[in-house]
């Protein structure tokens, strides 16, 4: 069984000493490829050193989170389609979206964030377009307006991934109807999370990703501790449950899909 991780975060690993042991425990696990997800200026340029270092193991995207949207949000943003030039382009735009899980209390402060992020992902989504590359969304507490920035955008559905899908089966269907899909987590192992598993179930085999998101969201039976590339296997097992599919046939959708989805050479 072959597993790509589609969407993980390496560069606490390299921060702590610990990215080569990392590599060696996802290869062991079956996990061949790993796509490292830019949020900041602060990791666009390591995770393109890490995939010049590990062509065709590690792949790169790069984009400005919804909590990275700060006053200088546009400085940044401007140094974004630098890093699609050759010779080692990202494989993605992103993660882009909107967060309003994170705002703060006052109701004037929040609105201005809510007014920066909206402008960073409408700036960002015109990019992408552009570049016509697929594009990672992150959306919490955030959905409908997610979705309306996306489609006001013009940009190709198909192109469009919500990664860490915490929402329910209504949702991704709205989704998967205008040509886009979700990636599941390791939200989707946890007892409570039977609307994410509805989701699953909802979306099929035919448009399904996995991803860590690590190091967060270990599942279970990890859950709580520093969530690694070589977990996404019990997520894997619990999502070929939920579809009823044996877990080598889900894997096998899930790798053949991202590589799709990336255009992965």
Request: proline fraction near 6%; include cysteine.
């Given at each position: 069984?072959?597993?790509?991780?589609?969407?993980?975060?390496?560069?606490?690993?390299?921060?702590?000493?610990?990215?080569?042991?990392?590599?060696?425990?996802?290869?062991?696990?079956?996990?061949?490829?790993?796509?490292?997800?830019?949020?900041?200026?602060?990791?666009?340029?390591?995770?393109?050193?890490?995939?010049?270092?590990?062509?065709?193991?590690?792949?790169?995207?790069?984009?400005?989170?919804?909590?990275?949207?700060?006053?200088?949000?546009?400085?940044?943003?401007?140094?974004?389609?630098?890093?699609?030039?050759?010779?080692?382009?990202?494989?993605?735009?992103?993660?882009?979206?909107?967060?309003?899980?994170?705002?703060?209390?006052?109701?004037?402060?929040?609105g201005e964030i809510i007014l920066r992020q909206e402008a960073a992902f409408r700036q960002q989504l015109m990019l992408a377009a552009e570049l016509d590359c697929p594009v990672i969304i992150h959306s919490r507490d955030a959905f409908a307006e997610s979705v309306q920035l996306i489609d006001e955008s013009g940009i190709d559905w198909q192109r469009i991934v919500y990664h860490c899908f915490t929402?329910?089966?209504?949702?991704?269907?709205?989704?998967?109807?205008?040509?886009?899909?979700?990636?599941?987590?390791?939200?989707?192992?946890?007892?409570?999370?039977?609307?994410?598993?509805?989701?699953?179930?909802?979306?099929?085999?035919?448009?399904?990703?996995?991803e860590t998101d690590c190091p967060y969201l270990s599942p279970e039976p990890h859950r709580g501790q520093p969530n690694e590339p070589a977990r996404i296997t019990h997520i894997a097992e619990r999502c070929a449950e939920a579809l009823a599919q044996p877990v080598e046939a889900l894997a096998a959708h899930a790798t053949q899909n991202t590589i799709e989805f990336f255009k992965l050479k």
């Open positions: 069984m072959e597993l790509i991780d589609s969407h993980c975060h390496l560069k606490t690993f390299a921060d702590k000493g610990e990215f080569d042991a990392m590599r060696a425990r996802a290869r062991e696990a079956g996990v061949r490829r790993l796509i490292t997800v830019g949020t900041s200026p602060e990791d666009w340029v390591p995770y393109r050193e890490m995939h010049t270092a590990h062509p065709g193991e590690i792949d790169y995207t790069v984009g400005l989170h919804p909590c990275h949207v700060d006053d200088d949000w546009a400085d940044a943003v401007s140094q974004l389609n630098t890093f699609f030039m050759p010779p080692h382009p990202p494989v993605s735009f992103g993660e882009i979206g909107l967060d309003y899980f994170h705002l703060p209390k006052d109701p004037v402060q929040a929402y329910g089966a209504a949702e991704v269907a709205q989704i998967n109807q205008r040509g886009g899909r979700a990636s599941f987590t390791g939200i989707a192992t946890y007892k409570s999370a039977h609307a994410v598993r509805e989701a699953v179930r909802q979306q099929g085999i035919e448009r399904f990703m996995l």
